[in-house]
Nanobody, 124 residues
């Protein structure tokens, strides 16, 4: 199981750090992807981190503002979000599937493991 947490209300230009904790997951074997879904919109993949954390990938919408990192000891993946904009408002999810590798195609697959999302609201 995966569980995302850390969402909340933040002003434009602010920062938040989301956490994704996996129970029963060995992060050396599972890439972790971050997705979001804004109201009335489809789900959007925004970034992923490879097995063990050796590499990351970001989509253009968040590149340069969001950073994904991993704490192997605590089995936690983080999504650091800086310079938040109102259009970043969404429910954020983490997901994984051992069959696929982190990269631009990762978000196209039907991933096996999804966590409950966490709401991020960017508003003044």
């Amino acid at each position: 199981q995966l569980q995302a947490s850390g969402g909340g209300l933040v002003q434009p230009g602010g920062s938040l750090r989301l956490s994704c904790v996996g129970s029963g997951f060995t992060l050396d074997y599972y890439p972790i992807g971050w997705f979001r879904q804004a109201p009335g919109m489809g789900r959007e993949g925004i970034g992923c981190i490879s097995r063990g954390g050796g590499s990351t990938y970001y989509t253009d919408s968040v590149k340069g503002r969001f950073t994904i990192s991993i704490d192997n000891a605590n089995k936690t993946v983080y999504l650091q979000m800086n310079d938040l904009k109102p259009e970043d408002t969404a429910v954020y999810y983490c997901a994984s599937d051992v069959r696929y590798s982190c990269g631009r195609f990762f978000f196209r697959y039907q991933l096996d493991h999804w966590g409950q999302g966490t709401q991020v609201t960017v508003s003044s």
